[in-house]
T-cell receptor
Framework: GEDVEQSLFLSVREGDSSVINCTYTDSSSTYLYWYKQEPGAGLQLLTYIFSNMDMKQDQRLTVLLNKKDKHLSLRIADTQTGDSAIYFCAESMNNAGNMLTFGGGTRLMVKP | NAGVTQTPKFQVLKTGQSMTLQCAQD?????MYWYRQDPGMGLRLIYY???????DKGEVPNGYNVSRLNKREFSLRLESAAPSQTSVYFCASSSEPRTVGNQPQHFGDGTRLSIL
């Protein structure tokens, strides 16, 4: 079965870079996603990467994918207090159609 | 733009009571989903509806039923609530059944359900 794992907590200072890591087990993943959840809200899609890519950059966000090690990371440059939230990685698999498997989430705390 | 709307936002039930959680989307999406979120476990899929008129079980369907009332609405019913169903429930929708990069799932703000 699929398993997506993330560390529970990350604390950084405002202006530093944050790196949130995720590992997954299913090599048939087609797309991998990063979602952000602010308190009391639903999940907001931040970015995604197709499994045949190894990097994607979108403004302050950089996604790195190491398919050999099944490792996904999200780097947030110049982290701001508004980036404080829970970040979820998720994978989808071609043969599972509409199923998304989520990690447990990483709580990012940004200190002023 | 409303997106995905869930009602109610909060609910407290007693064990054995029944409850229907409502979800509606205004994006003309074909597919809709119900998840539950428990601490440290991410989101787990309860049921989904790939298109109007179809529903399928997800990872954790036991104790729940769903109805895809029309293209816009997808409800989740707890017939006899149990304390283990205390959770935050999220509804989501996507334009197509296959979750592809440029057609992601859009989420509602959640329903916080406590069962005593």
């Amino acid at each position: 079965g699929e398993d997506v794992e993330q560390s529970l907590f990350l604390s950084v200072r405002e202006g530093d870079s944050s790196v949130i890591n995720c590992t997954y087990t299913d090599s048939s993943s087609t797309y991998l996603y990063w979602y952000k959840q602010e308190p009391g809200a639903g999940l907001q899609l931040l970015t995604y990467i197709f499994s045949n890519m190894d990097m994607k950059q979108d403004q302050r966000l950089t996604v790195l994918l190491n398919k050999k090690d099944k490792h996904l990371s999200l780097r947030i440059a110049d982290t701001q207090t508004g980036d404080s939230a829970i970040y979820f990685c998720a994978e989808s698999m071609n043969n599972a159609g509409n199923m998304l498997t989520f990690g447990g989430g990483t709580r990012l705390m940004v200190k002023p | 733009n409303a997106g995905v709307t869930q009602t109610p936002k909060f609910q407290v039930l007693k064990t054995g009571q029944s409850m229907t959680l409502q979800c509606a989307q205004d994006m003309n999406h074909n597919s809709m989903y119900w998840y539950r979120q428990d601490p440290g476990m991410g989101l787990r899929l309860i049921y989904y509806s790939a298109s109007e008129g179809t529903t399928d079980k997800g990872e954790v369907p036991n104790g729940y039923n769903v109805s895809r009332l029309n293209k816009r609405e997808f409800s989740l019913r707890l017939e006899s609530a149990a304390p283990s169903q205390t959770s935050v429930y999220f509804c989501a929708s996507s334009s197509e059944p296959r979750t592809v990069g440029n057609q992601p799932q859009h989420f509602g703000d959640g329903t916080r359900l406590s069962i005593l």
